[in-house]
């Protein structure tokens, strides 16, 4: 049997928003270690060491991921926000002849984001898998320093995320970070990561 203590961690580790709070301090032990036993099955006799872990597992977090937070917030303040409208995203099952604003290949598929008029008076494109139109694409051009600095995409991922902005697309390229998103959604986007940029 696995200790209680590596259970705690495991299950920490799959619940992001417990392990920001736990990494903050803000949670109430007592409550929690109900809740994580609860979930697990652990028996209630068990609830000292539960409770001890998650101490643990706080003091631990708080002490190694707050400094990581900081590297990630001083890599986005030294970085630019861009913003092209009137993109479209188009997932194809072939290369396409395009001119696209960027492109990646993943698997069997290759993902274009281009300009909507860039394809829009073409004949009809083989393989066409799906095409997203109304989006915009944001550039987060950031300093060198993001190759060298876990976390600062998915740190911008989750704060997008908690604000119910989805990203349709991303493709990363040394220094640049693209992220395709509804029209709708481009002017919170564009806060959010300015406030962040700050």
């Known amino acids: 049997m696995e200790k209680i203590s590596d259970l705690v961690w495991l299950y920490v ?13 803000i949670m109430n032990h007592s409550s929690l270690s109900r809740m994580v036993m609860h ?3 652990i028996p209630k006799k068990s609830f000292s060491a539960v409770k001890a872990a998650l101490i643990r597992i706080s003091r631990k977090l708080g002490d190694t991921e707050i400094e990581g937070e900081d590297k990630m917030l ?3 303040r030294g970085s630019t926000i861009l913003v092209e409208t009137k993109v479209a995203a188009v997932v194809s099952s072939r290369k396409l002849d395009v001119k696209p604003i960027s492109q990646a290949k993943s698997g069997e598929y290759y993902v274009y984001l281009l300009e909507e ?4 008076g073409k004949k009809k494109l083989q393989g066409l898998v799906r095409t997203t139109r109304n989006l915009n694409l944001i550039t987060i051009r950031s300093p060198v320093d993001i190759e060298e600095t876990p976390g600062v995409v998915a740190f911008v991922l989750n704060a997008l995320a908690h604000e119910g902005i989805n990203v349709l697309e991303f493709i990363s390229c040394y220094t640049n970070t ?3 998103v509804r029209e709708k959604d481009t002017a919170r986007a564009y806060e959010l990561l300015s406030a962040i940029t700050r």
Do not use: D, N, Q, T
Not at 13 to 25: C, T
């Open 117 to 120: 008029g860039e394809f829009g």
């Open 13 to 25: 580790k799959g619940k992001p928003s417990l392990r920001e709070g736990l990494k903050y301090g």
């Open 39 to 41: 979930e697990l099955g």
């Open 178 to 180: 693209l992220l395709a």
């Open 74 to 76: 001083k890599v986005l």
